[in-house]
């Protein structure tokens, strides 16, 4: 066995960032009007931003898809048998899900609202936007599947080297 390679290093950290990611606010209230924004300001904190277990399900799916597969490629990356029984493929599809979900929950942000709280906070002009835990979790997506792309690249690479015949024992 092989040491573990830059990718996949990679791999486990942005599965770790993605962890991380969890636990700080997904989403977060603002408001322009400044009255609006002082009422939000009084409210308890977990009323105006929320973390990824306070949301939904595209909210928590992806980081934890992540983290999973950025353990199984740093624990069986460099075994042959797994890198060419297509975990490098694994991988790839594991971070396109990832990447589709965590796409899903940014475009439906305001759904973790009912239907009436979403038309009070429209009505009220309160907007509800991206925490920091959302924008970091966008990066370990993108490392993860770039570091996805480079490592399939790199066992194509390998599969089409010539191996040396085995000296029999």
């Keep these: 066995m092989s040491r573990v390679t830059w ?3 990679l ?5 770790l960032l993605a962890l991380v990611t969890l636990f700080l606010p997904w989403t977060v209230l603002s408001a322009d009007n400044p ?3 002082a009422a939000l300001s009084s409210l308890p904190g977990g009323d105006v931003s929320r973390s990824a277990w306070n949301s939904t399900f595209f909210a928590w ?4 898809l992540l983290l999973l597969t950025g353990l199984a490629v ?3 990356g460099r075994v042959p048998s797994a890198r060419t029984g297509g975990l490098p493929h694994l991988w790839l599809v594991a971070s396109a899900v990832a990447l589709v979900s965590f796409v899903l929950g940014w475009v439906l942000i305001d759904w973790q609202f009912g239907g009436e709280e979403r ?3 429209a009505e009220s002009g309160v907007s509800v936007a991206a925490g920091l835990g ?5 990066l ?6 770039v570091a996805a792309i480079l490592d399939l690249r790199a066992a194509r690479t390998e599969l089409r080297k010539p191996h040396k015949p085995q000296r029999p024992r």
């Design 74 to 76: 740093a624990a069986f």
């Design 134 to 138: 959302r924008w970091l979790a966008a």
């Design 119 to 121: 038309a009070l906070l």
């Design 140 to 145: 370990a997506v993108a490392a993860s599947l």
């Design 61 to 64: 799916f992806p980081p934890l």
């Design 7 to 9: 990718r996949e290093w």
């Design 11 to 15: 791999g486990l950290g942005a599965g």
């Design 35 to 37: 009255e609006v924004q």
